[in-house]
């Protein structure tokens, strides 16, 4: 198991920003693509981002391209989700989670392990 822990959630006025990361346990975390995820009141739980595991490559949900950013930082075992330019629609819990696909995936099921989620609250 690779335990997964979100942090840096809260509530943001729309415009702001939020940075948040997700700490792993373990020696294997750059082994995997990490993903970011996020779940609203009464909706599916949807892709956000994705970065390879060296970190060189991205890919976004259409709507934060451009206001969002993943990074990682292999040797602390963490990776982040800078929220730019928030909008009361992003108000959801946001999951990090791992995958032992390559490429991007993109759906639940290809990710293996997940956090607890972290909130982020965005008021208009």
């Known amino acids: 198991q690779v335990p997964l822990v979100e942090s840096g959630g809260g509530l943001v006025q729309a415009g702001g920003s939020l940075r948040l990361s997700c700490a792993a346990s373990?020696?294997?975390?750059?082994?995997?693509?990490m993903g970011w995820f996020r779940q609203a009141p009464g909706k599916e739980r949807e892709f956000v981002a994705a970065i390879s595991r060296s970190g060189g490559s991205t890919y976004y949900l259409d709507s934060v391209k451009g206001r969002f950013t993943i990074s990682r930082d292999n040797a602390k075992n963490t990776v982040y989700l800078q929220m730019n330019s928030l909008k009361p629609e992003d108000t959801a819990v946001y999951y990090c989670a791992t995958s032992n696909r390559y490429g991007f995936p993109k759906k639940l099921d290809e990710y293996d392990y997940w956090g607890q989620g972290t909130q982020v609250t965005v008021s208009s």
């Open positions: 373990g020696r294997t975390f750059s082994r995997y693509v």
